[in-house]
């Protein structure tokens, strides 16, 4: 069964950098695509940014060249970083996997992706 565990949330300021992290419990990581959505209060859970197995990447338009996600396959792990945060950027996020090892990209949808973490909390003061 696949776990998936986030950290790296917290409190900061208007233009300051946090990272996220999601590690993955299995063995078959390195097959699995991944991406960070993410849900504000009131609001439908959104696509971030997402990473296939083999390190294509795809992106929500609101992330703007400030988000950048990585993955470490030898450290089941995948990154967010993110940088510039805005007060808008302040929501819960989440890390999902996807096991598709056929298909070249990763889904932006949730609804294609088969496990989820339990979320980090994100806040950004202006």
């Known amino acids: 069964q696949v776990q998936l565990v986030e950290s790296g949330g917290g409190l900061v300021q208007t233009g300051e950098s946090l990272r996220l992290s999601c590690v993955e419990s299995?063995?078959?990581?390195?097959?699995?695509?991944m991406a960070w959505f993410r849900q504000a209060p009131g609001k439908e859970r959104q696509f971030v940014e997402a990473?296939?197995?083999?390190?294509?990447?795809s992106y929500a338009d609101f992330v703007e060249g400030r988000f950048t996600i990585s993955r470490d396959n030898a450290k089941n792990t995948v990154y967010l970083q993110m940088d510039n945060l805005r007060p808008d950027d302040t929501a819960i996020y989440y890390c999902?996997?996807?096991?598709?090892?056929?298909?070249?990209?990763?889904?932006?949808?949730?609804?294609?992706?088969?496990?989820w973490g339990q979320g980090t909390q994100v806040t950004v003061s202006s």
């Open positions: 999902a996997a996807e096991f598709s090892p056929t298909r070249r990209t990763a889904g932006v949808l949730a609804t294609d992706y088969d496990y």
């Open positions: 299995g063995s078959t990581f390195s097959s699995y695509n």
């Open positions: 990473i296939s197995h083999s390190g294509a990447v």
